[in-house]
């Protein structure tokens, strides 16, 4: 046993050199919210930079939260660096707030946006990169797409959805809850209007309790297939057929929508980019499980784009 540990020691700290030897690794602060790491190819210093927005909730730059550890984000910075493509990953402001123990309960959707926006400023001022390229997962591919206008130089869409939130949420009631179905039409439109409601069914107060209406309505009023179309750039689609949260049908309507999207369907592949041979149960257990890799497709993809 010892031995085996001696070994195992020896190979990730290899792992680990290797890794050392293929990119710098620095830490920057953009403003007083956004904290991220900055990885640069020691091979390439002029190279194309990937700024890596992540999905919804408190979610950080290695693509975890409070009881949700895969490092998922950081291993899709780390493949890619590793490849000679800079990258930048950033914790989301809330991130920030909760550490500091002072969230701002009237945040809305559109300040990821800004967030977004300060970080391919910050970026587009040190003109240290060839190209800007947005890379976005999840609810970040929509914060990343509205980032992206008349800013970055090509916008990558990480399992992505193709509707507007409300219609993405709708769908999941229908196949999960359906006796909710039309209950949740009803608060939705309330919110289409930016109003607030209180008559929702309880069942679904995690969805639409009433702090967080104005985040939702604000969140409704994109609509994904329209702002794709104002993307003057390259455009990369990417979506996993073991997507327990984003379905095919999303990224295809993405892709519909644009006549100059390159569209990738990952075999395998699910929400945080694993790679997942088993049934839902393994797929929802791997939100938690570090230790996985994501799919090697993913990389090959965004590196043969870029190139």
Do not use: C
Not at 4 to 16: A, D, G, R
Not at 44 to 66: C, E, F, H, Y
Not at 220 to 242: A, R
């Amino acid at each position: 046993m010892k031995l085996k540990f001696i070994i195992l020691s020896l190979l990730i700290n290899i792992t680990v050199f290797a890794q050392d030897h293929l990119f710098n690794v620095e830490e920057l602060a953009i403003n007083e919210w956004i904290d991220g790491t900055l990885l640069t190819p020691k091979e390439n210093s002029k190279s194309v930079l990937g700024i890596i927005i992540a999905g919804s909730g408190p979610t950080n730059r290695d693509g975890n939260q409070n009881f949700l550890k895969n490092n998922s984000l950081k291993k899709l910075a780390e493949g890619l660096s590793s490849q000679g493509v800079a990258t930048f990953r950033y914790d989301k402001r809330i991130v920030k707030q909760i550490r500091k123990g002072k969230v701002d309960n009237n945040m809305m959707f559109d300040d990821f946006v800004t967030d977004a926006i300060s970080v391919i400023d910050y970026f587009k001022e040190k003109n240290n990169f060839s190209k800007i390229y947005v890379i976005g997962h999840s609810q970040g591919s929509l914060v990343g797409m509205l980032a992206a206008i008349d800013r970055a130089d090509g916008f990558i869409s990480l399992a992505g959805a193709g509707q507007s939130i409300d219609a993405v949420i709708l769908e999941q009631i229908e196949k999960t809850a359906p006796m909710y179905t039309e209950d949740s039409k009803k608060t939705f439109a309330i919110l289409k209007l930016n109003k607030t409601t209180e008559n929702y069914p309880p069942a679904l107060a995690s969805l639409f309790e009433i702090t967080i209406q104005p985040f939702m309505s604000n969140w409704m009023q994109h609509d994904p297939q329209k702002i794709i179309k104002e993307l003057n750039m390259p455009i990369l689609l990417i979506n996993g057929t073991k997507d327990l949260q984003v379905s095919v049908e999303e990224v295809n309507l993405l892709h519909k929508a644009s006549s100059n999207a390159e569209l990738i369907i990952i075999e395998n592949m699910n929400h945080i980019l694993f790679t997942i041979q088993g049934d839902d149960l393994e797929n929802s257990k791997s939100y938690n499980e570090a230790f996985r890799q994501i799919n090697p497709s993913v990389i090959e993809a965004i590196i043969s784009f870029i190139n």
